[in-house]
């Protein structure tokens, strides 16, 4: 089991930026694919972002064009850019690492709130 540590989230008037990072316990380059999901209260956790080892990443259609998710293999790190925050974008965001089919490791979570 990889450990995934978030960090990153905060506050942020609308329209601004935030970098969210995630740190795993251990190599992630044999990792199938690197995630970014969010929950926001009352609803479901839902995908964010997903970067596999190779092939193209994957955006869920209301932050394509606002977010960039990318990875290093190198450090271990996945990221998340995220711009032109949007109120609705307020939610706990959580890493996650898919091995095999299914998602099988996830972070703590960090908070991103983004005020009008």
């Known amino acids: 089991q990889v450990q995934l540590v978030e960090s990153g989230g905060g506050l942020v008037q609308a329209g601004g930026s935030l970098r969210l990072s995630c740190a795993a316990s251990e190599s992630i380059f044999s990792i199938n694919v690197m995630g970014w999901y969010r929950q926001a209260p009352g609803k479901q956790r839902e995908m964010v972002a997903t970067i596999p080892k190779e092939g193209s990443t994957n955006y869920a259609d209301s932050v394509k064009g606002r977010f960039t998710i990318s990875r290093d293999n190198v450090k271990n790190m996945v990221y998340l850019q995220m711009n032109s925050l949007k109120p609705e974008d307020t939610a706990v965001y959580y890493c996650?690492?898919?091995?095999?089919?299914?998602?099988?490791?996830w972070g703590q979570g960090t908070q991103v709130t983004v005020s009008s």
């Open positions: 996650a690492a898919k091995r095999g089919l299914f998602w099988r490791d």
